[in-house]
């Protein structure tokens, strides 16, 4: 499955930081935003579809098959969301990222590691965010077990096609079926927050200037 989203809403949620996302999320009932030990990597803003894998420990695991199917057959724009249960091993490094890039992907989430860092931000720059990074491999250790299927990342359940938003405050999934709306009020939310910003700094006071909204 590959969601689309128009390139304007992919433009328009990429000049929102994710503080304003998470909280238009909210608005719509749920939790958006991943737990902050999801947090960059590799440096660089997120904005598209998510793809998802999940993966499961196993001694006697393979390379991880659906991961490299959903590197080879996702859309441009894709983010790759790895779920490997908070995993302390890397289930992305510089060949899947090289993948990655020869696809035109646009990052990925991963709930493990990472490794091949330096290669990745000397070599291509592309967007990578996990819990941190270890030189452990996943082959005998862990196997994929499904793609595109719902899976859960930094205490969130993401389907396949949300949204993922990420930048260095962290991330954050839209549900499909709001993205249009969580636009709508993120945009909103950002459009009072700087506002709020030039009635502090016009007032000097910090208290003054949030008593228009009455919020932080």
Same mark, same amino acid.
């Given at each position: 499955?590959?969601?689309?989203?128009?390139?304007?809403?992919?433009?328009?949620?990429?000049?929102?930081?994710?503080?304003?996302?998470?909280?238009?999320?909210?608005?719509?009932? +749920?939790?958006?935003?991943?737990? #902050?030990?999801?947090?960059?990597?590799? =440096? @660089?803003? *997120?904005?598209?579809? $998510? !793809?998802?894998?999940?993966?499961?420990?196993?001694?006697?695991?393979?390379?991880?098959?659906?991961?490299?199917?959903?590197?080879?057959?996702?859309?441009?724009?894709?983010?790759?969301?790895?779920?490997?249960?908070?995993?302390?091993?890397?289930?992305? +490094?510089?060949?899947?990222?090289? #993948?990655?890039?020869?696809?035109?992907? =646009? @990052?990925? *989430?991963?709930?493990? $590691? !990472?490794?091949?860092?330096?290669?990745?931000?000397?070599?291509?720059?592309?967007?990578?965010y996990a819990r941190g990074s270890v030189p452990a491999t996943t082959v005998g250790r862990f196997r994929t077990v499904s793609l595109n299927e719902p899976v859960v990342l930094g205490e969130v359940t993401v389907h396949p096609g949300d949204l993922i938003v990420a930048d260095s405050d962290g991330v954050v999934r839209v549900p499909a079926r709001h993205v249009e709306s969580v636009l709508a009020a993120a945009t909103e939310?950002?459009?009072?927050?700087?506002?709020?910003?030039?009635?502090?700094?016009?007032?000097?006071?910090?208290?003054?200037?949030?008593?228009?909204?009455?919020?932080?």
């Amino acid at each position: 499955m590959n969601q689309s989203y128009s390139p304007e809403t992919i433009a328009a949620f990429a000049e929102l930081p994710t503080a304003s996302v998470a909280d238009a999320v909210e608005q719509h009932g +749920g939790r958006g935003y991943l737990s #902050g030990r999801i947090h960059q990597i590799v =440096a @660089g803003k *997120v904005v598209g579809p $998510a !793809v998802t894998v999940r993966e499961v420990p196993d001694e006697e695991a393979l390379p991880p098959e659906h991961a490299l199917r959903a590197i080879d057959r996702s859309e441009p724009g894709s983010v790759i969301c790895i779920d490997a249960g908070s995993a302390d091993v890397a289930v992305w +490094g510089g060949l899947m990222t090289a #993948g990655a890039v020869a696809k035109g992907l =646009a @990052g990925a *989430v991963l709930d493990a $590691a !990472v490794r091949d860092v330096e290669e990745i931000r000397r070599d291509y720059g592309f967007p990578v965010y996990a819990r941190g990074s270890v030189p452990a491999t996943t082959v005998g250790r862990f196997r994929t077990v499904s793609l595109n299927e719902p899976v859960v990342l930094g205490e969130v359940t993401v389907h396949p096609g949300d949204l993922i938003v990420a930048d260095s405050d962290g991330v954050v999934r839209v549900p499909a079926r709001h993205v249009e709306s969580v636009l709508a009020a993120a945009t909103e939310i950002e459009t009072r927050e700087q506002e709020q910003t030039r009635l502090i700094l016009d007032s000097g006071s910090l208290q003054d200037g949030l008593a228009k909204y009455g919020r932080i």
